[in-house]
């Protein structure tokens, strides 16, 4: 079936983004600009928790694997976006499109994941303080990141194996900058009862049992401090969850925002799409730096031993 959509099918044309002509070079700079300082900050980040052994800790383990992911999202869809922009070539092959969609799909699923993985982290630590470092042991978070990563694959391979299976006919125009699974769907020619339903139950769990586990860990944290409010409760809860707070905040919000608020569908899909893949992993490295201490400080202690270095 796959020789046989290839042979019908063998290219696809991403249209981009709505932009007129007149204005592809100012987007290209912004959004080059805006790739290169998502690959530099989330890098920069990785390496700090990597240097410094004071962020050896559970948390910043889950922000190096979010970090990562981060990274890989833009990566898919972003490097060849601009050099359609920059070559006016809008033809990606069968074969790329699919991988394309399949690497999209796993990094997309695992940043739900470890979302959610460090808001039960945020949890354990603002809720039961005492029993932190035996509860969240070294062993449970590999355990937890892997399963994660094997979730987002086995998730991805069976949207991925699915496609495969439709046919391809005559329209082959993706209304996109990348290939996405329901663009993907309305240009088959098959039957995608399949597939929708697979979207609608399994795909739909990847995305709101993460977003329950996150809103059930911050009610819960909420429920514990209103119990006894202090001021030196809430600042601490705070320190210790404002950075993924915010995150969470950006990634759901945005989504639900554009979603609820934009009254076209093809501006709602493109919209959200540069969101996630362009705009939140850009602000990621931004907010986890600025609102927290501990990077802040292994930043210091870097640019301290660069100057050192460099004045040796």
């Known amino acids: 079936m796959m020789k046989d959509n290839?042979?019908?099918?063998?290219?696809?044309?991403?249209?981009?983004?709505?932009?007129?002509?007149?204005?592809?070079?100012?987007?290209?700079?912004?959004?080059?600009?805006?790739?290169?300082?998502?690959?530099?900050?989330?890098?920069?980040?990785i390496?700090?928790?990597?240097?410094?052994?004071?962020?050896?800790?559970?948390?910043y383990f889950f922000l190096s694997h979010l970090a990562f992911s981060d990274i890989s999202m833009s990566s898919v869809?972003?490097?060849?976006?601009?050099?359609?922009?920059?070559?006016?070539?809008q033809c990606i092959p069968y074969v790329g499109c699919i991988s394309q969609l399949y690497f999209f799909l796993v990094f997309g699923g695992l940043d739900n994941l470890l979302l959610a993985?460090?808001?039960?982290?945020?949890?354990?630590?603002?809720?039961?303080?005492?029993?932190?470092?035996?509860?969240?042991?070294?062993?449970?978070c590999v355990l937890l990141v892997a399963g994660s990563w094997i979730i987002s694959c086995g998730n991805a391979l069976l949207h991925t194996v699915l496609i495969v299976q439709l046919s391809f006919c005559a329209n082959n125009v993706i209304t996109h900058f990348f290939c996405e699974l329901s663009v993907l769907l309305k240009l088959s020619c098959s039957d995608i009862s399949l597939?929708?339903?697979?979207?609608?139950t399994e795909g739909?769990?990847?995305?709101?049992?993460?977003?329950?586990?996150?809103?059930?860990?911050?009610?819960?944290?909420g429920t514990i401090i209103l119990k006894a409010p202090s001021t030196k409760r809430l600042l601490k809860a705070f320190s210790t969850?404002?950075?993924?707070?915010?995150?969470?905040?950006?990634?759901?919000?945005?989504?639900?925002?554009?979603?609820?608020?934009?009254?076209?569908?093809?501006?709602?899909?493109?919209?959200?799409?540069?969101?996630?893949?362009?705009?939140t992993p850009m602000l990621n490295p931004f907010i986890y730096?600025?609102?927290n201490r501990g990077i802040k400080q292994a930043l210091e202690c870097l640019s301290t031993g660069l100057k050192n270095l460099i004045c040796q």
């Open 6 to 45: 290839q042979s019908s099918v063998s290219e696809f044309l991403l249209l981009g983004l709505p932009i007129r002509i007149g204005q592809q070079s100012v987007f290209f700079a912004l959004f080059l600009g805006m790739y290169l300082t998502t690959v530099l900050g989330n890098l920069l980040i």
């Open 47 to 59: 390496l700090l928790i990597k240097l410094d052994s004071r962020l050896h800790t559970p948390m």
């Open 77 to 89: 869809t972003v490097p060849k976006m601009l050099m359609n922009m920059h070559t006016q070539q």
């Open 117 to 140: 993985i460090m808001a039960y982290d945020r949890y354990v630590a603002i809720c039961h303080p005492l029993h932190y470092t035996t509860i969240v042991k070294k062993e449970l």
């Open 195 to 200: 597939n929708e339903l697979v979207i609608f």
């Open 204 to 221: 739909g769990m990847l995305l709101f049992l993460p977003l329950a586990i996150v809103l059930g860990s911050y009610i819960r944290i």
């Open 241 to 279: 969850c404002g950075s993924h707070l915010l995150v969470v905040s950006l990634y759901f919000g945005t989504l639900a925002g554009v979603y609820f608020l934009s009254s076209s569908w093809d501006s709602k899909d493109i919209t959200a799409a540069v969101m996630y893949t362009v705009v």
């Open 289 to 291: 730096s600025l609102r």
